[in-house]
C-alpha cells in the first residue's frame, strides 16, 4: 500500500498567523495534490503539482501557497491564516496517466484558526 | 456549483440490507469514475472505478455507469457495520486525466 504522511496531524493558530502543512510520499508518484476538506462540500482541490518545483492551481486557491522542494516532498503555506480556512486538509499521491489511476491519501491534518 | 453531485445525504440501512448511493455529473467531459471510502479518523481510500456503461461488480459492491446521463451508482449488499463510513464519488475528465474532482459525499451508518 502506498504510503503519504502528513505532519502535524493537528495544528492550531490564530487568525494572521503563518502555518505549513507537510506531507511527504515514498511511492515515487509523479503528482501529489493538496485537497481541503468540508462538510456540505466534500474534497476540494487547492494546489497540486507533478514534480519538484512544479506547481499548477487547483479550484479554491486563494489565501494558499504550495511548494513542491522534492519528488517526495510537497508544502502549503498559509501565510495570513484565516478562520475560514479552519478545515480537514489531506495531501494525495499518484502516478500520471490516462484517467484510471487511483489516488492515495493521507490521514489529515486538522487546522483551527482562531 | 460542484461538478459532481451526491445523493442521498445521509442513509441509514440495517444490517445485512442493500445501501443504493447515487452520483451525478454536470460536466459532460467526465469519462471516469471512482469510489472513495472514509472511515472516521482516516484520509479516504479507494473503493473501485468505473469507466464503461453498464455494471462492475467487485464483491458485495456492484458499480453502475450510465454515460448518456452522465449517472454513477453504488450498491452494496449484505451490508455491514464496518461499511459505516462517509462514501464519496469522484471523476475525471478527458480535458486533465489528472485532476480528480469530488462530490460532497454519503454518510452510510449500518444499523446492527
Known amino acids: 500500500e502506498a504510503a503519504v504522511t502528513q505532519s502535524p496531524r493537528n495544528k492550531v493558530t490564530v487568525t494572521g498567523g503563518n502555518v505549513t502543512l507537510s506531507c511527504r510520499q515514498t511511492n515515487s508518484h509523479n503528482y501529489m495534490y493538496w485537497y481541503r476538506q468540508d462538510t456540505g462540500h466534500g474534497l476540494r482541490l487547492i494546489h497540486y503539482s507533478y514534480g519538484a518545483g512544479n506547481l499548477q492551481i487547483g479550484d479554491v486557491p486563494d489565501g494558499y501557497k504550495a511548494t513542491r522542494t522534492t519528488q517526495e516532498d510537497f508544502f502549503l503555506l498559509l501565510e495570513l491564516a484565516s478562520p475560514s480556512q479552519t478545515s480537514l486538509y489531506f495531501c494525495?499521491?499518484?502516478?500520471?496517466?490516462?484517467?484510471?489511476?487511483?489516488?492515495?491519501f493521507g490521514h489529515g491534518t486538522k487546522l483551527s484558526v482562531l | 456549483q460542484q461538478k459532481v453531485q451526491q445523493s442521498p445525504e445521509s442513509l441509514s440501512v440495517p444490517e445485512g440490507g442493500m445501501a443504493s448511493l447515487n452520483c451525478t455529473s454536470s460536466d459532460r467531459n467526465f469519462q471516469y469514475f471512482w469510489w472513495y471510502r472514509q472511515h472516521s479518523g482516516e484520509g479516504p481510500k479507494a473503493l473501485m472505478?468505473?469507466?464503461?456503461?453498464g455494471d462492475k461488480k467487485e464483491g458485495r459492491f456492484t458499480a453502475h455507469l450510465n454515460k448518456a446521463s452522465l449517472h454513477v451508482s453504488l450498491h452494496i449488499r449484505d451490508s455491514q457495520p464496518s461499511d459505516s463510513a462517509l462514501y464519496f464519488c469522484a471523476a475525471r475528465g478527458m480535458s486533465n486525466y489528472n485532476v480528480l474532482y469530488f462530490g460532497s459525499g454519503t454518510k452510510l451508518t449500518v444499523e446492527p
Open positions: 494525495a499521491s499518484s502516478v500520471p496517466g490516462q484517467g484510471n489511476e487511483r489516488l492515495f
Open positions: 472505478s468505473i469507466f464503461s456503461d
